[in-house]
C-alpha cells in the first residue's frame, strides 16, 4: 500500500477545492444565511436573537467536533489492513476514498472551530463594541458577525452530517 498524505493542505489537494465549493451543503448555508439576514431587518434585532442564542450554538458546534472524533474511533475499529487498502484502491473523483474519509475527518472539526471561534468572536464584540459605541457602522459589522457565525454554524451541520453518512457507508461496506 502506497504512503497516503495525512496532513490537511496535502488531502484539500487532493479531495479538490472545487468540490468543496460546488458542495450541496455549503450552498445551501449560503442560501439559508441569505434568507436569515434578509428576514432580520434590524442589526439590533439580530445580535439580540444572537446573544440569546450564543451559548446553545456554542455548546452544538462542540458537540459536532466529539461527533468527528467518534466517527473517526468508529472508522478506526472496523478498519483493518486489508479494508485500508481497498479503499485506498477505490477511485471517487479525483482521489480514493480513503482520501475522500480522511479529509473528511479534518475538515468537519475544522469548520466547526472556525463557527465556535466566530461565535465568541461575534459575542465578545456585542458585549463590548455594542455597549459602548451603539453606532449604525457598529451594528452593520455586528449583523455581518453573526451572518458569519450563523453561515458557519450551519455549513458545520452540514458537513458533519456528511461526515455521519460516510461513517455510516463505511460500516456497510465493511459489512459486506
Not at 446573544?51 to 446553545?56: A, H, Q, V, W
Not at 479534518?106 to 459605541?133: D, G, H, K
Not at 453606532?135 to 455586528?142: A, E, N, Q, T
Amino acid at each position: 500500500m502506497t504512503k497516503i498524505e495525512s496532513k490537511f493542505f496535502g488531502l484539500l489537494r487532493q479531495y479538490g477545492a472545487k468540490r468543496i465549493l460546488t458542495s450541496y451543503d455549503l450552498l445551501l448555508s449560503l442560501f439559508f444565511t441569505a434568507v436569515f439576514g434578509s428576514v432580520s431587518y434590524h442589526g439590533t434585532d439580530l445580535i439580540v436573537v444572537f446573544n440569546s442564542l450564543f451559548t446553545t450554538l456554542v455548546t452544538i458546534s462542540a458537540a459536532m467536533v466529539a461527533t468527528a472524533m467518534a466517527g473517526l474511533a468508529i472508522i478506526s475499529s472496523i478498519s483493518d489492513r486489508e479494508f485500508l487498502k481497498l479503499m485506498s484502491e477505490a477511485k471517487v473523483g479525483r482521489s480514493n476514498a480513503y482520501v475522500n474519509i480522511l479529509f473528511l475527518f479534518w475538515y468537519s472539526p475544522v469548520i466547526s472551530a472556525l463557527a465556535i471561534s466566530s461565535e465568541v468572536l461575534a459575542y465578545v464584540i456585542t458585549l463590548e463594541v455594542f455597549q459602548t459605541l451603539p453606532s449604525v457602522v457598529v451594528i452593520d459589522f455586528l449583523k455581518l458577525m453573526v451572518l458569519i457565525s450563523i453561515f458557519l454554524f450551519i455549513y458545520s451541520v452540514g458537513t458533519i452530517l456528511e461526515l455521519v453518512a460516510t461513517t455510516m457507508k463505511m460500516g456497510i461496506y465493511r459489512a459486506e
